[in-house]
């Protein structure tokens, strides 16, 4: 009888160090491994890097289309030179014509 209170006190001292540890590693799992957790943010951040350097690049390319267009407009084109511009651009030209490109 004895050894049986031994054994009891022995666990009594164990269960709730025990209970503790299974507790912590149950919330550092899930701290890593949740929805909102290490690895999700870190995900998240490689999408945010991605997604910002997209927009970099999207933003340099509208500048460029926007510099590009800019001599389209009436106050900046005369309307004599814009057919010609469209011409020499798109390579194109009436049967009667002949062009010169002189660039």
């Known amino acids: 009888m004895h050894a049986a209170l ?13 209970m503790f540890a299974c507790l912590a590693v149950y919330f550092g799992v899930h701290l890593v491994r949740n929805d909102h957790g290490l690895l999700a943010l870190q995900a998240y951040d490689m999408r ?3 997604a910002e350097s997209r927009l970099q690049a999207l ?4 500048v460029a289309l926007e510099r ?6 009436p106050e900046f084109t005369h309307p004599d ?8 651009e798109l390579g194109m030209g009436l049967p ?8």
């Open 48 to 50: 945010l890097a991605e």
């Open 59 to 62: 933003t340099a390319e509208r």
């Open 68 to 73: 590009e267009t800019k001599w389209l407009r």
């Open 6 to 18: 031994e054994i009891r006190k022995r666990l009594r001292a164990i269960v709730w160090p025990l």
């Open 81 to 88: 030179s814009l057919g010609e511009q469209a011409r020499v």
């Open 96 to 103: 009667d014509e002949v062009v010169i490109l002189g660039r």
